[in-house]
T-cell receptor, first 116, second 115 residues
Framework: QQQVKQSPQSLIVQKGGISIINCAYENTAFDYFPWYQQFPGKGPALLIAIRPDVSEKKEGRFTISFNKSAKQFSLHIMDSQPGDSATYFCAAKNYYSGAGSYQLTFGKGTKLSVIP | EAQVTQNPRYLITVTGKKLTVTCSQNMNHEYMSWYRQDPGLGLRQIYYSMNVEVTDKGDVPEGYKVSRKEKRNFPLILESPSPNQTSLYFC??????????????FGPGTRLTVT
């Protein structure tokens, strides 16, 4: 129920190409879907996020597409650059109103390599 | 500068020797959390805290303890470390509350090796 399944595990894209990373979930209580970017030797950092009432969100070259009925969301990186080479994690949040707490569940990550 | 700091950054220890990894944030965030990152397993939450004196288990709490006596600090304690706790550990913090969880700020990580 709490899992977020991410694919592919690794991805190699040529410079200028489109990188696509997919995530799927089962828990319909998830209400916030962020993507985190992690460079080697660093902690993850928020890249872009979406709520389930929106089907797409774009920030620069990064776009999240969200399909609520299919319980899937994806990250598209347009015009991929070598500087985008990093590990990307999708995540999903659910809120426990009774406990007044929330939890963020992460996918297993995708290692993206953009080759010149 | 807004940041989450962790110490130590690297630690090699032996089985059974108690250790503490410190975490501190200067953003006045209510929510703090510990994750471990392992190859092929991604980030898994160990413990989290919604506020001072309020802590709860994440997905992989066995073998770990935490405390939240001050808002800015959230130490991770391994009472009797074992080799399967060899991992990369991250502390994170964020604003709390349903409307407040829009970004978690992560520390730089602590690489722990237990022999």
């Amino acid at each position: 129920q709490q899992q977020v399944k991410q694919s592919p595990q690794s991805l190699i894209v040529q410079k200028g190409g489109i990188s696509i990373i997919n995530c799927a979930y089962e828990n319909t209580a998830f209400d916030y879907f962020p993507w985190y970017q992690q460079f080697p030797g660093k902690g993850p950092a928020l890249l872009i996020a979406i709520r389930p009432d929106v089907s797409e969100k774009k920030e620069g070259r990064f776009t999240i597409s969200f399909n609520k009925s299919a319980k899937q969301f994806s990250l598209h990186i347009m015009d991929s650059q070598p500087g985008d080479s990093a590990t990307y994690f999708c995540a999903a949040k659910n809120y426990y109103s009774g406990a007044g707490s929330y939890q963020l569940t992460f996918g297993k990550g995708t290692k993206l390599s953009v080759i010149p | 500068e807004a940041q989450v700091t962790q110490n130590p950054r690297y630690l090699i220890t032996v089985t059974g020797k108690k250790l503490t990894v410190t975490c501190s944030q200067n953003m006045n965030h209510e929510y703090m959390s510990w994750y471990r990152q392992d190859p092929g397993l991604g980030l898994r939450q160990i413990y989290y805290s919604m506020n001072v004196e309020v802590t709860d288990k994440g997905d992989v709490p066995e073998g770990y303890k935490v405390s939240r006596k001050e808002k800015r600090n959230f130490p991770l304690i391994l009472e009797s470390p074992s080799p399967n706790q060899t991992s990369l550990y991250f502390c994170a913090s964020s604003l709390a509350g349903e409307a407040g969880l829009y970004e978690q700020y992560f520390g730089p990580g602590t690489r722990l090796t237990v022999t």
